[in-house]
């Protein structure tokens, strides 16, 4: 039997074959694999520069241009961010600027990069509501459809074309649904009730029906076949300030991510006020409650597991609702654990942002609102009020990620009629 010999390293007690001695200057396999990774860092560490690539660059559709430019990692390199987000960056271009990123997407999209070009034409649908009906010709000759949602401002001869084309194409069938749910104009809604009454044979071919396809636009068909919006327009993003002082107006409209004096019965842990609002203010007042103030709580331990129901009483304090049914699985919890941290003071922004801001989940914005359409992480939910078994509004949404407290998104509802709110947890 060959001998053993010690590892050279101070405390390691692994032993070792002359064999790999002889490989390894006398350390073993994990040292030497430690040693190599600690002089791999120190090479990178001494010879990394940093770069950047936005230095002199003053023109914001070029410095847009360049953050949507793929960039090859380089572990030498490290690259300065630009001190605005992307969607910043949208949100502040003028008309002007809005048209040269819309001819330079339509340019990639003929030069075969359509997930850039597409990337750019949903972050102008979404974040400005750019009305980009010119170029969707263009993406229907290409054979684009995804993300559906930039199909919303169709004129009538592309739907009419997309309603034609939906019949035959068994491949894009999907992504035309969608298109046309977020056209939703009455002629659409006339055919997805049509659909209903007279399903064609493709519908058997689809996992839902044509009509569920109104959720993902924010709408439903009614039992008469009409139109029922489950989102409102206004959209107020929920944000952290950089301002060391928000006007104390602000800071009174609306809270948000506090501790509820209320226990959760599931858990025993305290529940959590996702949003604390004025009912009177322009994103809410649509509602027409009769209470001063809306608050939205849930517990952020087990309503990542099914929906919680609140009950809002006279005063507008929320209640753990009798229609609460335990989900089959909860795991344990530690009731103290929270991810909220009390010192978190998120405001609402002052004025309004596009409706769209966040409908694109994979757009990667910062998603946290008060009305506007839903970031669905997954399929969209619109939980049964279990009073009137209506499908309950979307009022807002509070994702974890916005404020570093982890991932997932909070999704707020409200049944006005019967003074009831829900929550429902999407993550990836
Ligand atoms: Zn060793
Ligand atoms: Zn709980
Ligand atoms: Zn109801």
Redesign the pocket.
């Given at each position: 039997m060959t001998e053993r010999i010690p590892?050279k390293?101070e405390g390691?007690r692994?032993t070792i074959l002359p064999a790999t001695a002889a490989k390894t200057g006398g350390?073993?396999m994990?040292?030497h694999q430690w040693q190599a990774r600690q002089k791999e860092q120190a090479y990178i560490e001494q010879h990394r520069r940093t770069v950047n690539l936005y230095e002199g660059l003053t023109d914001r559709v070029d410095i847009l241009k360049l953050m949507h430019a793929p960039r090859r990692y380089d572990p030498l390199i490290q690259y300065v961010p630009y001190p605005l987000s992307k969607e910043e960056l949208y949100v502040s271009l003028t008309g002007e600027e809005a048209n040269r990123m819309l001819e330079y997407a339509v340019e990639l999209l003929g030069a075969d990069d359509q997930d850039t070009g597409m990337d750019i034409l949903s972050s102008l649908v979404c974040y400005r509501n750019e009305n980009i009906a010119g170029c969707l010709p263009i993406l229907l000759e290409l054979g684009v459809y995804d993300p559906a949602m930039v199909f919303k401002d169709a004129l009538p001869e592309l739907r009419d074309l997309l309603l034609e084309q939906v019949e035959g194409d068994d491949g894009n069938r999907n992504q035309i649904l969608l298109g046309l749910a977020w056209i939703g104009d009455p002629i659409v809604v006339g055919r997805f009730y049509e659909w209903r009454l007279n399903p064609p044979q493709w519908t058997e071919r689809l996992y839902v029906a044509p009509e569920i396809y109104a959720l993902y636009a924010g709408w439903e068909l009614t039992a008469d076949g009409e139109r029922r919006d489950l989102v409102h327009s206004l959209n107020y993003a929920i944000k952290l300030t950089d301002a060391p002082k928000e006007p104390a107006a602000a800071a009174s409209a609306a809270r948000f991510l506090t501790t509820s004096e209320t226990g959760c019965p599931w858990c025993g842990g305290k529940l959590t006020t996702l949003m604390d609002a004025d009912a009177s203010h322009p994103a809410l007042s649509y509602l027409g409650l009769p209470q001063e103030r809306l608050q939205v709580e849930t517990c952020e331990r087990c309503g990542c597991f099914g929906i919680i129901y609140m009950e809002l009483d006279g005063q507008g304090a929320p209640v753990w609702s009798r229609f609460n049914e335990e989900p089959d699985y909860l795991p344990f919890f530690d009731p103290e654990d929270s991810v909220v941290v009390p010192g978190l003071k998120p405001v609402l922004s002052s004025e309004p942002r596009s409706p769209y801001h966040a409908s694109l989940w994979t757009l990667a914005q910062k998603d946290s609102q008060i009305g506007g359409h839903p970031s669905w992480v997954q399929d969209a939910e619109y939980p049964d009020c279990p009073c009137c078994d209506k499908r309950m509004r979307f009022i807002g949404q509070v994702d974890w990620a916005d404020f570093n407290l982890g991932e997932g998104i909070f999704y707020m509802f409200i049944c006005p009629e019967d003074m009831l709110t829900a929550t429902v947890y999407q993550q990836s």
């Open positions: 590892c390293t390691c692994a350390f073993c994990p040292c």
